[in-house]
């Protein structure tokens, strides 16, 4: 790499590489082996071997380290890795376009969400983006948590992410608009909530009912222990923790004993669709904003700006309150 010429790196490569080869690295770094990748793609190890040197000259470096234990990428096998998995990723979404095209749609758009986020929100957007007369789009949504969702919109699995914008997440390469924040509220069964309404919040008392909370590193739960940190109390080890806000809002409804704290928006939708009822406890702080994350760099298709620009207007509507 002494003597790297991108130049020529760049020409070798614009001629050379074939859409094989972005499998080939994805494969050896699946499976270790060139052995397991020839059986797997059904070929004999000497012509992996050799699609494998091929690759390697047109970088003029080795793209794995080779050892006893098996193939593991060298640093810059890793950024190959990355830039073809995202190629992958993106023929497939253009075959996904072509489809939703040939059956009437304007494009096939994939969406990442975080569960915490009201179901009427989203609902609303999509509604208005799928049937938006002849940009009417076809649509994919994949929940989860923010970190796995935006390494997919990293390596191209997804075309946009709605999450949390968290101080501890990694959003470098990634562009990111802040839609709306979101309150907390205490939520319990109807029967606990007419109980606990008649007096102030008691953190010793509530550390004794049985809490329902987000998984553990989520902005939710660390909200909720930081409450209790700062009211000197151990925070309370939840009973169930569940990325479903539904399931959340059954296991409250159901148990007079249940307690959990979830954003504003999501609470309300639960005394909907639950049951349950929101305790009317007043909190200092706000969880982390909701933001529209794209990639740097990615030109806005005509479908981002579709769900983008619906997803900025539920959030005017939730910061108006209205």
Known sequence: MANFDPDEVIRKLTQRLKMRHCVLLLRIAQHGSLTRVAEDMATSQPAITKALAELESMFGAELFDRSVRGMAPTALGKIALAHARAMVHD??????????????????????????????????????????????????????????????????????????????????????????????????????????????????QLAQLDWILGAVHTPEREQVSTVFLEAGITPPTPLVESYSTKLIGELIASNDEAISIVPADVAEELVRIAGVAIVPYSFNWTLPPIALFTRQRDQRRQAHVLLANALREAGRRIAGGG
């Open 91 to 204: 023929l497939d979404h253009l075959a996904r376009d072509m489809e939703a095209v040939a059956a009437g749609h304007t494009a096939h758009l994939y969406a990442g969400i975080i569960p915490f986020i009201s179901g009427q929100i989203i609902s609303s957007a999509i509604q208005s983006t799928t049937s938006a007369g002849d940009q009417r789009l076809l649509m994919t949504l994949r929940e989860g948590d923010s970190h796995h969702l935006l390494d997919e919109l990293r390596n191209h699995t997804l075309d946009l992410v709605v999450a949390r914008a968290s101080a501890t997440l990694n959003i470098q390469d990634l562009d990111f608009e802040v839609l709306y924040t979101q309150q907390p509220r205490l939520i319990s069964s109807r029967r606990l909530a007419a109980q606990l309404a008649r007096r102030a919040p008691d953190w010793h």
